[in-house]
């Protein structure tokens, strides 16, 4: 097997994230599916999908993130699935015409959580994908939960999971902006962007984001992802970066010095 890269397509870069119905980016995927082709050669790659606005306005609107219980919400349920489902087809779309052996896995009909906590699921199919020469493509999804009856299984979740069972060298982050920063620089101009977390400076910086519940997301933006990386990626090389400048996967995999935040704990 050669070298594992593992890329997020986070779902505010491949979706319009504001849009309450779904609206996909596939310009920005192909260019992307485009840029891993070329990785492939080197690198073997899993893609993990965010859900954007496919996934987190209905998880909101049906009150999913802690369980169903009512007819209306299990009508949710499949709606957040079928969604997810329908932006991970664009999203394989796109791969195929970059010419690439993509292969969709979706948790909801494999995984399972326990009381909103990742029950795992045997990660050996992603290896024998990989080991077959294919890019396998996940996503975040809704998932039955043995205590709740359902739950939503974030990407970074997936993510945190595959590295315990299958070793990466890195794993980027793709977001519609360049890293973390102090606050949300599409709205505060006078945001700080933050190159390098550490231990040294992760509670201060987690203590910045204590704000962002209050939006449209149900698995917390940021500080779900840093909580995810803190607490299982030691080891590995961890990027948080911007998916819409052309060449940044490329970029963080043979130069240095290129803008995007670095985690390492
Ligand atoms: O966008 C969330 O996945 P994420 C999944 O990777 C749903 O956090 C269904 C909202």
Redesign the pocket.
């Known amino acids: 097997m050669k070298k594992l890269i593992i890329i997020k397509l986070g779902?505010s870069l491949i979706t319009y994230k504001d849009n309450p119905h779904g609206r996909f980016r596939s310009s920005v995927v192909l260019r992307l599916a485009q840029e891993i082709k070329k990785i492939n050669k080197n690198f073997d790659v899993v893609v993990v999908c965010?859900?954007?606005s496919y996934?987190?306005p209905l998880?909101k609107k049906y009150s999913l993130k802690f369980g169903m219980e009512t007819a209306e919400q299990k009508k949710g349920f499949s709606k957040?699935v079928n969604k997810?489902a329908n932006l991970n087809a664009m999203v394989l779309a796109q791969f195929e015409k970059a010419d690439i052996n993509a292969i969709s896995l979706l948790p909801h009909s494999f995984a399972t959580q326990e009381a909103g906590t990742f029950a795992g699921f045997d990660f050996t199919l992603v290896k024998n994908y990989l080991e077959s020469g294919f890019v396998p493509i996940l996503s975040?999804?809704?998932v039955l939960d043995s205590k709740w009856g359902c739950s939503?299984?974030?990407?970074?979740t997936i993510i945190s999971y595959l590295l315990e069972s299958l070793s990466a060298i890195k794993v980027v982050f793709l977001s519609d902006v360049d890293g973390v920063f102090t606050n949300d620089p599409k709205k505060d101009k006078k945001a700080v962007f933050i190159p390098n977390i550490t231990n040294k400076n992760f509670s201060e910086i987690k203590n910045l984001f204590t704000q962002e519940s209050a939006r449209n997301d149900?698995?917390g933006e940021m500080i779900g992802k840093l909580k995810e990386i803190k607490e299982r990626f030691s080891g590995t090389e961890v990027y948080i970066a911007n998916g819409y400048k052309r060449g940044i996967l490329n970029d963080l995999i043979s130069k240095t010095g290129v803008r995007a935040t670095k985690i390492s704990f």
């Open positions: 779902g965010g859900a954007g996934g987190h998880a957040v997810v975040g999804d809704m939503v299984l974030s990407g970074d149900v698995t």
